[in-house]
C-alpha cells in the first residue's frame, strides 16, 4: 500500500511540476543592445590664401556635399562602402549601417575605414583638396563619443575636418 501511496504522490507532483512549468509567462529574453559604428566629419571650401596648406582659416562649410566612406576587409576587399551628403552646416553624420566585422581587430573601424570628399555642389569650390589625407581616405580617430540609448548604443568616430578648394585660386594666394 505505501507504495502505491509513493507512486500515486510521485505521479501528483510530477503533474503539478508539469503544470507549473506550462503556466508560467515565457520571460522575454533580454534584448541585446544594438551597437552602431557612425563616422563624423565637416566638409568645408578651402580659401585661397590657405590653398596648399591643411589650415581652414577661412574656410566656409558646404552644405550637401557628398562623402564616401569605404572599408576593407584585412585582406584587402572592400567590405562597406557608401555615399553620404552633409547637412545645411557641413556636418556629416554616417551610421554605417550593414558594416560588420570580420575579425575583431583588424577590421576594427579604425584600421579598415576611411573618408573621402567625393562632391561639391559649388561650382567655385569643387576640386578636392587632400587637408587631413581627403584624397586618398582620411583614416578615422576614436574621440571616446558614444550615444546611448535604451536599445542602441552608437559609437562615433571622426575624420577630417575635409576640404574641397577653389578652382580660381591665383598664383599670389600660394
Known amino acids: 500500500m505505501a507504495g502505491r501511496h509513493f507512486s500515486s504522490l510521485s505521479l501528483l507532483l510530477l503533474l503539478v511540476a508539469f503544470s507549473y512549468t506550462q503556466a508560467t509567462p515565457d520571460v522575454p ?7 552602431e559604428v557612425v563616422v563624423e566629419a565637416m566638409v568645408y571650401c578651402q580659401s ?3 590653398f596648399g596648406t591643411w589650415s581652414m582659416i577661412g574656410a566656409k562649410p558646404i552644405p550637401s556635399a557628398k562623402v564616401s566612406v569605404t572599408c576593407k576587409s584585412y585582406n584587402g576587399h572592400v567590405s562597406y562602402y557608401k555615399v553620404f551628403e552633409t547637412d545645411k552646416n557641413g556636418y556629416l553624420y554616417a551610421p554605417l549601417e550593414g558594416f ?3 575579425h575583431s581587430v583588424l577590421d576594427h573601424p579604425l584600421h579598415a575605414c576611411y573618408v573621402k570628399p567625393v562632391w561639391s555642389p559649388l561650382e567655385s ?15 578615422l580617430r576614436y574621440e571616446k563619443k558614444r ?3 535604451s536599445k542602441y548604443e552608437a559609437v562615433i568616430y571622426a575624420a577630417g575636418p575635409l576640404a574641397f578648394r577653389p578652382s580660381e585660386c591665383s598664383q599670389t594666394h600660394h
Open 29 to 35: 529574453k533580454t534584448a541585446e543592445k544594438k551597437i
Open 48 to 50: 585661397c590664401d590657405h
Open 100 to 102: 560588420k566585422m570580420q
Open 125 to 139: 569650390c569643387s576640386l578636392l583638396s587632400n587637408v587631413n589625407y581627403g584624397m586618398n581616405g582620411a583614416p
Open 147 to 149: 550615444l546611448h540609448g
